[in-house]
Nanobody, 124 residues
Framework: QVQLVESGGGVVQDGGSLRLSCAAS????????MGWFRQAPGKEREFVATIAWRTDGVESYSRSVKDRFTISKDLDKRTVYLQMNNLKPEDTAVYYC????????????????WGQGTQVTVGS
């Protein structure tokens, strides 16, 4: 059973930085990618970034975070990170880590496993 546990959320000022971590257990060799999503109050959950688990160099970002956020992985620690720089008040949301098992589901954006989320609040 896949379990994802996020950490690293908190409160920062406009322009500040945070690094989120997602510790994964139960991932199999069939797990294709890990991703970060976020949900702000009153809004739908949205994609933030994704990284292939077993292949290097396969990453993508939403337009709103590209050039400010960086997703990375540590296979030995089975952990995915989201380095967030130059944070803005509109980045305030609960951030969720997710894992997808198949390439086809990855292309469809259908993630199979989800963490409980960590709150990020950016003050103006």
């Amino acid at each position: 059973q896949v379990q994802l546990v996020e950490s690293g959320g908190g409160v920062v000022q406009d322009g500040g930085s945070l690094r989120l971590s997602c510790a994964a257990s139960g991932l199999t060799t069939h797990s294709y990618a890990m991703g970060w999503f976020r949900q702000a109050p009153g809004k739908e959950r949205e994609f933030v970034a994704t990284i292939a688990w077993r292949t290097d160099g396969v990453e993508s970002y939403s337009r709103s975070v590209k050039d400010r956020f960086t997703i990375s992985k540590d296979l030995d620690k089975r952990t995915v990170y989201l380095q967030m720089n130059n944070l803005k008040p509109e980045d305030t949301a609960v951030y969720y880590c997710a894992a997808v098992d198949s390439f086809s589901d990855y292309l469809d954006g259908k993630y199979d496993h989800w963490g409980q989320g960590t709150q990020v609040t950016v003050g103006s």
